[in-house]
């Protein structure tokens, strides 16, 4: 089965802090994407970050950063700078060539702080 | 900009009722997918339409069936509405070929 685990349910952060949420894949292909999606409270799901797995180097969109280490099968996005904006829940997610849609974490609500 | 559309926000059926989710998408995208999000189980696939007429069956889609006769059009129908079926239903869309999903707002149904 491939799955996605995202260790870390809740994370709590400052603004203006930087913190980083974990993610684990498992899949036994070798071509894949992997992404980061954002859900803010009531608002739609939108994606943060891409990352293609023959790329070794790690994706950046702004304040956003992943750390792709793909022999670890690991994916960990760092806000840096924090925002109350960035608060929301953050799912990683999946997909491989031969699939067709993505394979989604359960989530990680993260939490910004005044 | 991409525009995902779902038909209502929130839903309140009773058990035993045929339901129909509709959801909308203006960029011409052949990928149409429709999810139930639940707490602590994150996204799980129900269907997913590669094109018109075709679709293909997710991980969970016992208790329910989809309709795509038009290509911006993907419809969820519950047949017989169950308490189980309470949820968050998103919709996404995505170009065929691209990784990119684009979602919806979400449906939040509940079925007593």
């Known amino acids: 089965a491939q799955t996605v685990t995202q260790s870390q349910p809740e994370m709590s952060v400052q603004e203006a802090e930087t913190v980083t949420l974990s993610c684990t894949y498992d899949t036994s292909e070798s071509d894949y994407y992997l992404f980061w999606y954002k859900q803010p409270p009531s608002r739609q799901m939108i994606l943060v970050i891409r990352?293609?797995?023959?790329?070794?180097q790690n994706a950046t969109e702004n304040r956003f950063s992943v750390n792709f280490q793909k022999a670890a099968k690991s994916f960990s996005l760092k806000i840096s700078d924090s925002q109350l904006g960035d608060a929301a829940m953050y799912f990683c997610?999946?997909?491989?060539?031969?699939?067709?849609?993505?394979?989604f974490g359960k989530g990680t609500s993260l939490l910004v702080t005044p | 900009d991409v525009k995902v559309t779902q038909s209502s926000r929130y839903l309140v059926k009773r058990t035993g009722e045929k339901v129909f989710l509709e959801c909308v998408q203006d960029m011409d995208h052949e990928n149409m997918f429709w999810y139930r999000q639940d707490p602590g189980l994150g996204l799980r696939l129900i269907y997913f339409s590669y094109d018109v007429k075709m679709k293909e069956k997710g991980d969970i889609p016992e208790g329910y069936s989809v309709s795509r006769e038009k290509k911006e059009r993907f419809s969820l129908i519950l047949e017989s509405a169950s308490t189980n079926q309470t949820s968050m239903y998103l919709c996404a869309s995505r170009v065929a070929n691209q990784y990119e999903q684009y979602f919806g707002p979400g449906t939040r149904l509940t079925v007593t």
């Open positions: 990352q293609e797995a023959y790329k070794q």
């Open positions: 997610a999946y997909e491989t060539n031969s699939g067709y849609a993505l394979n």
